[in-house]
Antibody, heavy 121, light 107 residues
Framework: QLQLQESGPGLVKPSETLSLTCTVS??????????WGWIRQPPGKGLEWIGSIYYSGTTYHNPSLKSRVTISVDTSKNQFSLKLNSVTAADTAVYYCARHGSGSRDWFDPWGQGTLVSVSS | DIQMTQSPSSLSASVGDRVTITCRAS??????LNWYQQKPGKVPKVLIYAASSLRSGVPSRFSGSGSGTDFTLTISSLQPEDFATYYCQQSYSTPYTFGQGTKLEIK
């Protein structure tokens, strides 16, 4: 059974870089059928897609976050990572990683358990 | 970006009720529409994909319909475990976008 697990600091200072890693177990991140994505949810609010990566390194990200986002993949470790720079309080959220497909099979499933990242000095 | 608008934003209903939640896209998305359920403190879970396909393991009281810009999620007979927040999400084009959510509460 495929499982995803986010890891990283729970507290980041304003203007610094948020860094998270998602470890995939029970399956290969190098599957040609899937993409690997990041989604966030501010406390009490809705869901926002941050971006996704294919095992080859091809990335797609949300233009709303402009050039602050970097997503990378390490197939040798079965992990993918998120970096969000120049964070502010508005970036405080639960960050989820999730797998998704493409075309007619494009939905987020499964999800990691999520990790709360707070931006505060 | 494709905007997804859900209605209502909140809804009170009783066990056994039939409930319908609507999701409207700002442009046609064919059937590239998914529905998720999220309970407090829990991870979103996909219920319906491709507008009307029931995810394996999801109770048959859940159903989805629609295409183009207008979609609905229907729960035929509410059960206590169905009280949660529901989100639609379009997968037609990036950036993927979600509706603002519909909170389903017990009356």
């Amino acid at each position: 059974q495929l499982q995803l697990q986010e890891s990283g600091p729970g507290l980041v200072k304003p203007s610094e870089t948020l860094s998270l890693t998602c470890t995939v177990s029970g399956g290969s991140i190098s599957s040609t059928s899937y993409y690997w994505g990041w989604i966030r949810q501010p406390p009490g609010k809705g869901l926002e897609w941050i971006g996704s990566i294919y095992y080859s390194g091809t990335t797609y990200h949300n233009p709303s976050l402009k050039s602050r986002v970097t997503i990378s993949v390490d197939t040798s470790k079965n992990q993918f990572s998120l970096k969000l720079n120049s964070v502010t309080a508005a970036d405080t959220a639960v960050y989820y990683c999730a797998r998704h497909g493409s075309g007619s099979r494009d939905w987020f499933d499964p999800w990691g358990q999520g990790t709360l990242v707070s931006v505060s000095s | 970006d494709i905007q997804m608008t859900q209605s209502p934003s909140s809804l009170s209903a009783s066990v056994g009720d039939r409930v319908t939640i609507t999701c409207r896209a700002s442009q046609s998305i064919a059937n590239f529409l998914n529905w998720y359920q999220q309970k407090p403190g829990k991870v979103p879970k996909v219920l319906i994909y491709a507008a009307s396909s029931l995810r394996s393991g999801v109770p048959s009281r859940f159903s989805g319909s629609g295409s183009g810009t207008d979609f609905t999620l229907t729960i035929s007979s509410l059960q206590p475990e169905d009280f949660a927040t529901y989100y639609c999400q379009q997968s037609y084009s990036t950036p993927y976008t979600f509706g603002q959510g519909t909170k389903l509460e017990i009356k």
